[in-house]
C-alpha cells in the first residue's frame, strides 16, 4: 500500500492544486494533502480555514484525506511512512526552489521519492497569491478556485482589509 504526501501552504486552494492532488491521487493507494507553514510567505487563511477548504474541494475523491502540520515536511512523511513527496511545477522559476527543498528533504528523510508533476497547461499562470489580488480588489475569481469554495473564499477575503501577496 504505498502512501503519498503532497505538501503546501494551499492558501487558498486553487484549481490548479486540485488539478495536482486530482492527477497524484491516481497514481498512489493513498494520499494525504498536508498543509503546512512555508516560512517565506505570510498566509491569509488560517491553518484551519486552508484545511477546511481543502478537505471540501477534495471531497470527492475516495482515497484523499486532509492533514495538517507545523513542522518539517521531511518528520511528517517519516511519521506517514510516505514513499513519495508529490509537488506540481509551473515553469522553471519553480524549479530551483523545489529542487533544493527535494535535496534537502533527501537528506533528512531518504526514504520517499519526491515527485514532480507539470502542471497542467491551463494553470500555468495560476498562484493562490494571484487568486487573493483579485479577490482583494473585487475581481471575478471563479474561474481560479474550485467552485465549491468559491463563495467561502470570496467571504472570507472581502471582509478583511487587503492581505499580503505571498
Ligand atoms: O505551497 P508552498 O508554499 O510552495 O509549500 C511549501 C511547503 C509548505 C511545502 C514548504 O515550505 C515546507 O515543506 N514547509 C515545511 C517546513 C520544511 O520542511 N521546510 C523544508 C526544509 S528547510
Known amino acids: ?3 503519498a504526501v503532497c505538501p503546501g501552504s494551499f492558501d487558498p486552494v486553487t484549481v490548479g492544486h486540485l488539478d495536482i492532488i486530482t492527477r497524484a ?3 498512489f493507494d493513498s494520499l ?7 516560512q517565506a510567505k505570510a498566509p491569509a487563511f ?3 480555514e486552508r484545511a477546511a477548504l481543502l478537505k471540501t474541494a477534495t471531497a470527492e475523491l475516495q482515497n484523499v484525506v486532509v492533514d495538517t502540520y507545523d513542522g518539517l ?3 511528517y512523511a517519516a511519521l506517514q511512512n510516505a514513499a513519495a513527496i508529490v509537488k506540481g511545477l509551473r515553469a522553471v522559476s519553480d524549479f530551483e526552489y523545489e529542487f533544493q527543498m527535494a535535496l534537502t528533504n533527501k537528506k533528512l528523510n531518504p526514504r520517499p521519492e519526491t515527485i514532480f508533476l507539470p502542471t497542467s ?3 500555468m499562470y495560476l498562484s493562490s497569491g494571484i487568486v487573493k489580488q483579485i479577490a482583494m480588489y473585487g475581481g471575478d475569481i471563479s ?15 472581502k471582509k478583511n482589509a487587503p492581505v499580503k501577496d505571498t
Not at 494525504?32 to 512555508?38: A, D, E, G, S, Y
Not at 474561474?143 to 477575503?157: A, N, T, Y
Open 46 to 48: 488560517t491553518e484551519h
Open 143 to 157: 474561474g481560479f478556485v474550485p467552485l465549491c469554495v468559491l463563495h467561502d473564499i470570496e467571504k472570507r477575503l
Open 73 to 75: 515536511l521531511a518528520d
Open 121 to 123: 497547461a491551463e494553470y
Open 1 to 3: 500500500m504505498a502512501t
Open 32 to 38: 494525504i494533502v498536508v498543509v503546512m507553514t512555508n
Open 25 to 27: 491521487s491516481k497514481m
